[in-house]
C-alpha cells in the first residue's frame, strides 16, 4: 500500500480546529446556524438520533416514511425505531428521486424523506409540488452547506437532519443535528427530546480522545501504512464506525461547539471542494457518466460520484495509484431487504449498486492528484 494514499474523506480535526471551537468566542456570518436558525436546533450524538426523534414527534400513529433505498443501514432502523413502516422510492442515475415512483406511491406516504445524496441538491420543488401539504424531512447527512436555488439544503423543507462524523463534512467528530423548520408538524418534539439521555463527561472526554487519535490515524502517511489496513480488518469484525449501533443520546457539547465555532474553516473547505469538482468534470471525458449540476444548485461536492459498468477494475486501479475511492452504499439493497424491500422494487437502485464509484475531490486533493484521477478514470471508466 502506497504510504501517500488519498483518503476517500478528508478528516479536518485537527488539535487546533477543536480548541479554537472550544474557546473562541461565536463568530458573526451568513452560515446557517446565525440567527433564524440558532433556535431551531437540537444536537445529538447521531443524525440517526435526530432522525427517529423527528418521526417519533409527529403523532403516535404508524406512518408511511416514504425512502430511497439507496442510503444507509441507520436510517431504515430510524424508521423502524419510530414504529413506522418504510416505502421505498426509486432513483434516477444522478442521484435523484425518481419522480414517476415518487407520483406512483405518493397516496401510499405520509411523510417523504428527501435525501441530498452526495452533496447533489435534489429537484426540490418538484417534489414539493408532488407531495403538498405532506411532511418532507431532509436528509443533509452529506449535504451541508450545500444549496439549492440560493437557500441551503435543510431550510426547504418542515425539517432536515446533518451528519458530522469524521468521514462527513464537516468532520468535527461523532455527532449530529437537526433542523426544525415547521415546528407545528412536529407537535411532540418536546417530550421526545426530554426522553433522551445527556452524554456524561467522561464519555464526551473518551469521544473526544478517540477522535483527535483518528484523525491523526487519517492522515498521511500512517493511512496508507497502517489506518488502511487496519480498519479494513477491523470492519470485517465489529462495527467499528458505527455504522450499524443505535445508542441514542444528546450531544456532546464539545462537538457542537467546535461545530458553531468554525464557519471560516468550512467556508474554505467548500470552496476548494468545489474548485475540485469543476476542474475534475473538465478533465473527464465524454464518455464517463458522472452528475453536471444545473445553475440551479451549488453541491458541497462532499465526495465525487460516477457510473461505470468497469467499476471494479477502476476501483483496483485508483487504489494502485494510491487513490482511495469508495463502492458508496453498495449493500443499500442487502440492508433494504431486512426491512421489508422486494427484489425489483426500485429497478433502477438495483443498476446503481452495480457501477457506482466515488473518488475524492476534497481539501487535501491536489491540481496534480486530480489530473491522475481524471487520467485513470478516462482510461478504465468507459
Same mark, same amino acid.
Given at each position: 500500500?502506497?504510504?501517500?494514499?488519498?483518503?476517500?474523506?478528508?478528516?479536518?480535526?485537527?488539535? =487546533?480546529?477543536y480548541?479554537?471551537?472550544?474557546?473562541?468566542?461565536?463568530?458573526?456570518?451568513? =452560515?446557517?446556524?446565525?440567527?433564524?436558525?440558532?433556535?431551531?436546533?437540537?444536537h445529538?450524538?447521531?443524525?440517526?438520533?435526530?432522525?427517529?426523534?423527528?418521526?417519533?414527534?409527529?403523532?403516535?400513529?404508524?406512518?408511511?416514511?416514504?425512502?430511497?433505498?439507496?442510503?444507509?443501514?441507520?436510517?431504515?432502523q430510524?424508521?423502524?425505531?419510530?414504529?413506522?413502516?418504510?416505502?421505498?422510492?426509486?432513483l434516477?442515475?444522478?442521484?435523484?428521486?425518481?419522480?414517476?415512483?415518487?407520483k406512483h406511491k405518493?397516496?401510499?406516504?405520509?411523510?417523504?424523506?428527501?435525501?441530498?445524496? =452526495?452533496?447533489?441538491?435534489?429537484?426540490?420543488?418538484?417534489?414539493?409540488?408532488?407531495?403538498?401539504?405532506?411532511?418532507?424531512?431532509?436528509?443533509?447527512?452529506?449535504?451541508?452547506?450545500?444549496?439549492?436555488?440560493?437557500?441551503?439544503?435543510?431550510?426547504?423543507?418542515d425539517?432536515?437532519?446533518?451528519?458530522t462524523?469524521?468521514?462527513?463534512f464537516?468532520?468535527?467528530g461523532?455527532?449530529?443535528?437537526?433542523?426544525?423548520?415547521?415546528?407545528?408538524?412536529?407537535?411532540?418534539l418536546?417530550?421526545?427530546?426530554?426522553?433522551?439521555?445527556?452524554?456524561?463527561?467522561?464519555?464526551?472526554?473518551?469521544?473526544?480522545?478517540?477522535?483527535?487519535?483518528?484523525?491523526i490515524?487519517?492522515?498521511?502517511?500512517?493511512?496508507?501504512?497502517?489506518?488502511?489496513?487496519?480498519?479494513?480488518?477491523?470492519?470485517?469484525?465489529?462495527?467499528?464506525?458505527?455504522?450499524f449501533?443505535?445508542?441514542?443520546?444528546?450531544?456532546?457539547?464539545?462537538?457542537?461547539?467546535?461545530?458553531?465555532?468554525?464557519?471560516?474553516?468550512?467556508?474554505?473547505?467548500?470552496?476548494?471542494?468545489?474548485?475540485n469538482?469543476?476542474?475534475?468534470?473538465?478533465?473527464?471525458?465524454?464518455?464517463?457518466?458522472?452528475?453536471?449540476?444545473?445553475?440551479?444548485?451549488?453541491?458541497?461536492?462532499?465526495?465525487?460520484?460516477?457510473?461505470?459498468?468497469?467499476?471494479?477494475?477502476?476501483?483496483?486501479?485508483?487504489?494502485s495509484?494510491?487513490?482511495?475511492?469508495?463502492k458508496?452504499f453498495q449493500?443499500?439493497?442487502?440492508?433494504?431487504?431486512?426491512?421489508?424491500?422486494?427484489?425489483?422494487?426500485?429497478?433502477?437502485?438495483e443498476?446503481?449498486?452495480?457501477?457506482?464509484?466515488?473518488?475524492?475531490?476534497?481539501?487535501?486533493?491536489?491540481?496534480?492528484?486530480?489530473?491522475?484521477i481524471?487520467?485513470?478514470i478516462?482510461?478504465?471508466?468507459?
Amino acid at each position: 500500500m502506497k504510504t501517500n494514499l488519498i483518503p476517500r474523506f478528508y478528516y479536518t480535526l485537527s488539535f =487546533f480546529t477543536y480548541f479554537k471551537g472550544l474557546f473562541l468566542k461565536k463568530q458573526d456570518s451568513n =452560515f446557517l446556524f446565525r440567527s433564524k436558525y440558532d433556535n431551531n436546533i437540537l444536537h445529538f450524538n447521531h443524525a440517526r438520533t435526530g432522525l427517529r426523534t423527528l418521526l417519533s414527534s409527529i403523532s403516535n400513529e404508524k406512518l408511511n416514511i416514504g425512502i430511497q433505498v439507496y442510503t444507509c443501514h441507520t436510517v431504515f432502523q430510524a424508521i423502524r425505531k419510530a414504529g413506522h413502516n418504510i416505502v421505498f422510492i426509486d432513483l434516477t442515475d444522478d442521484f435523484k428521486l425518481d419522480i414517476t415512483d415518487i407520483k406512483h406511491k405518493i397516496k401510499d406516504i405520509d411523510v417523504l424523506i428527501v435525501s441530498h445524496t =452526495f452533496g447533489l441538491p435534489d429537484n426540490f420543488n418538484l417534489i414539493k409540488k408532488i407531495v403538498g401539504n405532506k411532511i418532507i424531512i431532509e436528509d443533509c447527512a452529506h449535504s451541508f452547506l450545500s444549496k439549492y436555488k440560493e437557500k441551503y439544503t435543510g431550510t426547504l423543507g418542515d425539517s432536515a437532519i446533518f451528519s458530522t462524523g469524521l468521514g462527513k463534512f464537516p468532520a468535527v467528530g461523532a455527532g449530529g443535528f437537526i433542523l426544525v423548520n415547521n415546528l407545528n408538524k412536529f407537535p411532540l418534539l418536546d417530550n421526545e427530546f426530554k426522553k433522551i439521555t445527556k452524554f456524561k463527561l467522561l464519555n464526551s472526554l473518551k469521544d473526544f480522545i478517540k477522535t483527535l487519535i483518528l484523525s491523526i490515524m487519517m492522515k498521511p502517511p500512517l493511512y496508507g501504512l497502517i489506518t488502511y489496513k487496519l480498519g479494513k480488518a477491523l470492519d470485517k469484525k465489529m462495527d467499528f464506525g458505527n455504522k450499524f449501533s443505535f445508542k441514542e443520546y444528546k450531544a456532546n457539547s464539545w462537538s457542537e461547539k467546535v461545530l458553531k465555532n468554525n464557519q471560516p474553516l468550512f467556508d474554505k473547505i467548500l470552496l476548494k471542494q468545489q474548485q475540485n469538482a469543476k476542474k475534475l468534470s473538465s478533465l473527464l471525458n465524454n464518455s464517463v457518466q458522472f452528475n453536471n449540476m444545473e445553475d440551479s444548485s451549488s453541491p458541497n461536492y462532499y465526495v465525487f460520484p460516477i457510473l461505470t459498468q468497469k467499476r471494479d477494475l477502476l476501483y483496483n486501479k485508483l487504489l494502485s495509484n494510491g487513490i482511495e475511492a469508495g463502492k458508496h452504499f453498495q449493500n443499500s439493497i442487502v440492508w433494504a431487504k431486512e426491512f421489508g424491500y422486494q427484489e425489483g422494487e426500485c429497478p433502477n437502485t438495483e443498476s446503481i449498486i452495480e457501477r457506482i464509484i466515488t473518488v475524492p475531490i476534497h481539501f487535501g486533493v491536489t491540481k496534480n492528484d486530480l489530473h491522475k484521477i481524471a487520467t485513470i478514470i478516462n482510461k478504465y471508466a468507459k
